[in-house]
């Protein structure tokens, strides 16, 4: 009796795997039409994204703010998204794909709405406050890990960084082109329209989850009905406790700590533009849309390559110790000039270090936490524009630009040794 129901047990299993992957087979041109439209609505935020870069920091000068407070302002946003970051994320998981980036969408509208009408230094402060909110690139980057495969995962989620030059490109050169010709208050108007239309398009063709719906038995049904007890956006146990996944935490940590330097340089870029470049407006909108070009041709067309040939560990490595280098040539960098040439490994070894660490922790938990993982990731980078605009501001102003460079270059050197000796121990322990 016992093995016919064993049988039984393991011919449903089959079958139910055997529908599952039909099931996969039969929506794949679904699936990829929907990613296809999940990368116009990231390029089109990251354009609004950048519009407001030349938008920010000259309306925050004309209002009387310096470097310090300036610094004040780019912290607060990140203290506002590292509180947002993973309750969005977890909020995505629960709630489906177009309810997390409808929101995200609106809270943009509102933000330009917001900068529309500052007209005084704490209206600054106040129209962040939306940001906790704004989290459309991990909202992407759930839907994309979701209707993905684990091995193309890495490479579909770099060409949402294809996007993100896109949008670099476009958002820079449009918001430099506006801000000079109409000002800060009709380019913010500009970037609401252009967040209405991104949520208009999530309504239309965002499907209301992405999470894959296996077939269940009798005991899935149980454990489920276990599970909805804590089915809550607030629930701080179930975001932490992704951290006890293998490998989730050592990763974690060296997201962190590599990336802390290089964040400092970006957070601080907009003042170094003005006020170590000199760049106007304009200027600094040509720049930005370089920057796009080249994350455009190496998150498209390089990236895609490097994780079909190399592993992801090789290539976090590779990326780490281009990083600290990249550090030490903008320690000594002099004029605009000669950062154009560094901005080429820079970008190189922030995309791939990105998309390395995010493929890496998304394929350490299940499915279905995918959302609340790539909030956690969010939050890093919360994390790095919470400290980064203080310290950054901080090393600027008392001993220039060369510290924030050397900082990075031995702290990119001091993670590749440690990852470099961790690895080497690992193969030793595999020849024993």
Request: aromatic share 10%; with cysteine; net charge positive.
């Amino acid at each position: 009796m016992s093995r016919r129901s064993d049988t039984t047990e393991t011919n449903d299993e089959t079958s139910r795997a055997s529908v599952c992957s039909q099931a996969n087979a039969a929506d794949q041109p679904k699936r990829t039409k929907i990613i296809y439209v999940v990368y116009i609505i990231t390029a089109l935020d990251i354009t609004w994204m950048f519009l407001q870069f030349s938008v920010t920091p000259y309306l925050a000068k004309k209002l009387g703010f310096d470097t310090l407070w300036f610094g004040y302002l780019q912290t607060t946003v990140g203290l506002i998204q590292l509180l947002g970051g993973p309750l969005f994320g977890r909020f995505a998981d629960l709630f489906g794909a177009r309810a997390a980036l409808s929101l995200s969408c609106a809270a943009t509208v509102v933000f330009f709405l917001l900068l529309a009408i500052a007209n005084h230094p704490a209206m600054l402060f106040v129209h962040k406050l939306p940001t906790i909110f704004m989290h459309v690139l991990p909202a992407s980057q759930m839907v994309v890990a979701d209707l993905s495969e684990p091995e193309k995962r890495a490479d579909a989620l770099s060409k949402l960084g294809l996007c993100f030059g896109i949008g670099m490109i476009v958002g820079s050169t449009l918001g430099g082109h506006l801000n000079t010709r109409y000002g800060e208050t009709f380019t913010a108007c500009f970037g609401a329209a252009g967040s209405t239309f991104s949520l208009l398009l999530v309504l239309k063709f965002i499907p209301t989850t992405t999470k894959v719906q296996a077939p269940t038995s009798n005991t899935d049904r149980a454990a489920g009905a276990g599970d909805n007890k804590s089915k809550s956006v607030f629930n701080v146990g179930e975001i932490t406790r992704l951290m006890k996944f293998p490998g989730v935490t050592p990763t974690f940590v060296v997201k962190i700590v590599a990336g802390l330097p290089s964040g400092i340089f970006q957070v601080m870029f907009s003042v170094i533009a003005m006020e170590f470049f000199k760049l106007q407006p304009e200027e600094n909108g040509y720049l930005m849309a370089y920057f796009g070009i080249v994350s455009m041709v190496i998150q498209g067309g390089v990236i895609g390559r490097l994780t079909a040939r190399y592993s992801e560990s090789s290539l976090l490595l590779l990326s780490i110790g281009i990083s600290s280098f990249v550090g030490l040539a903008q320690a000594y960098m002099q004029n605009v000039f000669q950062f154009c040439f560094i901005v080429v490994p820079m970008m190189f070894s922030l995309s791939v270090f990105n998309v390395i660490t995010d493929s890496m922790l998304t394929k350490s938990v299940p499915s279905s936490d995918t959302g609340t993982m790539l909030g956690l990731c969010a939050s890093v980078q919360s994390l790095l524009r919470t400290v980064g605009p203080t310290v950054g501001g901080f090393l600027y102003v008392n001993y220039g630009i060369s510290s924030i460079g050397l900082i990075q270059f031995v702290v990119n050197i001091a993670v590749f040794v440690f990852l470099l000796q961790r690895r080497l121990k690992k193969k030793d322990k595999q020849k024993d």
